[in-house]
């Protein structure tokens, strides 16, 4: 048996998810890469939670997504996790869940945009809201074609997927990802929870501007990069 | 002792409706059919729910409503839920519940769209509201006349209930069902969740429009029908 | 040792509210009257419900307010139980809590109307809120001035405390109340159930109005009065 | 082993806020002060809760900062609470949480009106947002800063810290304290409530307005100070 950490951790990273509040009955999958065996791991399609083990996982190589290992059929949503791997080359964890008001943001096809300084902690500015797919990308590869217009608004938009790890694709809900699988487990928490005060938000100033760049880099930055201060000392 | 496994069944929903927190006090009642034997179970009518055990569902005939089994009485919306199963014959389970979400557009006697995919892996399109019902209606057999305006409802705008399992009462609450008394509670869960989501995406987005025929076809014939690619194979 | 029962459903009813959620803190108080014997039973003031045992319950005359038995001091709030006590005569159970939504109307002085048969099982019609009190009601003896203004709610607007058992003070929280102890707690419950649903009906429909009085006769009536068909034949 | 009392109330109340739903992540921190001894304890940096004991919190010399006790970093937020317990002298322990509906308010840049009593039985009067803070503060001693802003707000609009326990920072997120670390706690509780039941009540009533001067005095008064009636006798 190959991959068991990988493995491990995509289990717990879908129990995490679950635990977090995160998913509605099925929806919702995380997955995490191996950079340096070439290879993906995500959960089995629509198969309760309280169901799984480490070797229902499936592992996929990152290069084409031929199926390396594992029984069962793969998260309908794999091709999207793959070309996210694929493109987004700083990334090693993705969670994709139906989250309540990352959905909400989603279905209301608007970005989320950062208004305090839990949101910057996480995620150094807006969140963006993918263009709805036309009706080709739709009948066609749909979930490849769902990787592919996150790729291309952050492309656009000139977002460094490291440093906002996440999206709502419109009338669908959230993706989140990280460096560790770990990480995007936290970012797909925190990008529901700066959702639900931005919705809450809005609704009492209704003319509200995300803050200032200053306040955004100092939060962001206390976190991450050299010269971060939170946390203990490694 | 006949219809155990459909007392069962009928017991295990009533018990799952609760544990999704669909249910206040004894507002919530789940039924089955059994179209074989031509009869139908049901809860009793104002009993706590965890006092229940199977031997109290009570079994109705599908055709004239007798009680075929059981001494307590049957669940006082009943005559609603043997008039839906005379008249959606896909139908083998249903679900009441004054579940919070689906009662408020209820009350505010609006139907819900679909505006994203959550919506459209359950329900091929809007989930309808009845028309209010008329005073000789509700002053008459009230019960019976509820059945009447949901079939009335999805003869008139021409939906089949097999592929919109649910509707909301107007100034009551959601019925949903199913082609299982399993799928039936799955629908009740989704219609809550849908609702919930959709009141808080009308209030960031008051304009929004329902998605797209093409991403509605895509998510539900997904998981329904001859193409469905969703879960693991059978 | 007297009213044993008394004070044992008492405390019963003060963990209830706790456990229904209805409860922060100690913003909550649950009371019960012995006509037969003259007595009300309240719990203590500002004591936390998980250090309560039914010898703390404080017992006091319904005729002058005089404690009968308890060391304690009882609720700050027993001047207004005892005025509903022996205004309503009627009831034997009051629950005051600051339960959320039941607040958040009496906090914007709006009354509850009735926009379904949720509300309409429990409570008869709307549920009024009291007018601000006086400076001088407030300065003087506030907690009987708040009992006093509920009655003069109801007596001014012609409603029975039977058929709606609940109110809301303006710009403090909701009371209800009921013919047993147990009643109470179950109209408490439903007050805040339906302040919540009422709250986001109007934001969805704020035009919206109350359910047609045939509808609100047919629910209350199916529970309540010599036609009630709801639960198990006594 | 010194300050043992101290450390383990602080552990204490960094339970108890994530008990009381106060806290994602790791954001939140409450401190406690020993003014007979000198010293200020915190809980450190980004350490998990489920994982503190009482020697993993730093203690700290009141008047320079200058760690006494402890291996760990202090939390980042350490200079704000140092500042807080240098200017105001009255309070011996400070809760900081992003809780959602304080934080909203925070984002909104909007103060919280004392709609209802129970706002006013532990804050009197409304609860101030600071102003945000300038570029150069924030690129400075940012910590610091935050601190600096809070005594300014309470200064400039003359409110006494030991009346009004808590404030929102523009952008950020409240802080409460008290005269000691479980009245602290306690009225980061209530911050929370009171700011979630304003939100909805602001919804229902937009121009609804702050009690008056009088009621409010009723509450808080009822609960402190000489002319205080609520609870038991000490």
């Keep these: 048996m190959s991959h068991q950490k990988l493995k491990q951790d995509v289990l717990r990273a879908n129990l995490a998810i679950v635990q977090a509040g995160l998913v509605k009955l099925t929806w919702g999958n995380a997955s995490g890469a191996d950079r340096a065996a070439g290879v993906m791991a995500i959960k089995p399609s629509g198969v309760p939670y309280e169901k799984l083990s480490p070797d229902d996982m ?37 969670v994709h869940t139906h989250s309540m008001y990352g959905t909400i943001f989603a279905q209301a096809m608007r970005e989320i945009p950062c208004f305090g ?5 996480n995620f150094h500015g807006t969140i963006p809201c993918t263009r709805p797919l036309a009706a080709e990308e739709i009948q066609g590869e749909y979930e490849l074609n769902t990787g592919k217009v996150v790729v291309e608004t952050f492309r656009t938009k000139k977002i460094d997927p490291a440093n906002v790890p996440g999206v709502v694709l419109a009338s669908h809900a959230p993706f989140a990802w990280g460096s560790t699988i770990d990480k995007a487990v936290e970012n797909a928490i ?32 206390r976190k991450h990069g050299p010269g971060a201060y939170y946390g203990q000392s490694k």
């Design 58 to 94: 499936v592992v996929l190589s990152l290069k084409d997504g031929q199926i390396v290992e594992g029984k069962a059929r793969p998260s309908s949503d794999t091709p999207t996790h793959l070309h996210l791997y694929q493109n987004f080359e700083s990334i090693n964890g993705i």
């Design 117 to 121: 300084t839990t949101h910057a902690d």
């Design 190 to 221: 925190v990008l529901e929870f700066a959702a639900e005060m931005a919705l809450h938000s809005l609704a009492l100033n209704p003319n509200l501007r995300a803050i200032p760049q200053v306040l955004l880099d100092k939060h962001f930055l």
